[in-house]
């Protein structure tokens, strides 16, 4: 089983950036689509972002055009920056395969966006 681990979350105020990171373990990263997803005070998880395992890549209208999703197959992890941040951007950020059947969950990356 492929474990998931995010990180890079944290404060930062509206219009400032942050880099997530998802590390994966096991061999087979660079076989999967993979995708970061986002889960709102009382909303449910979301799509944000996502890449092939070709490296297309494909985005939430919310997100576009402010947030880049990356993947670096070599060192098995897969990168989002995030810019120009909003206040609807707070959430619990974590990653998984882009697929119907997905890994266990992470503890995820909490970002905030508040002034």
């Known amino acids: 089983q492929v474990q998931l681990v995010e990180s890079g979350g944290g404060l930062v105020q509206p219009g400032g950036s942050l880099r997530l990171s998802c590390a994966a373990s096991?061999?087979?990263?660079?076989?999967?689509?993979m995708g970061w997803y986002r889960q709102g005070p009382g909303k449910q998880r979301e799509l944000v972002a996502s890449?092939?395992?070709?490296?297309?890549?494909n985005y939430a209208e919310s997100v576009k055009g402010r947030f880049t999703i990356s993947r670096d197959n070599a060192k098995n992890t897969m990168y989002l920056q995030m810019s120009s941040l909003k206040f609807e951007d707070t959430a619990v950020y974590y990653c998984?395969?882009?697929?119907?059947?997905?890994?266990?969950w992470g503890q995820g990356t909490q970002v905030t966006v508040s002034s």
């Open positions: 890449v092939t395992s070709g490296g297309i890549t």
């Open positions: 998984n395969k882009n697929s119907r059947i997905r890994f266990q």
């Open positions: 096991g061999s087979s990263f660079r076989l999967y689509d």
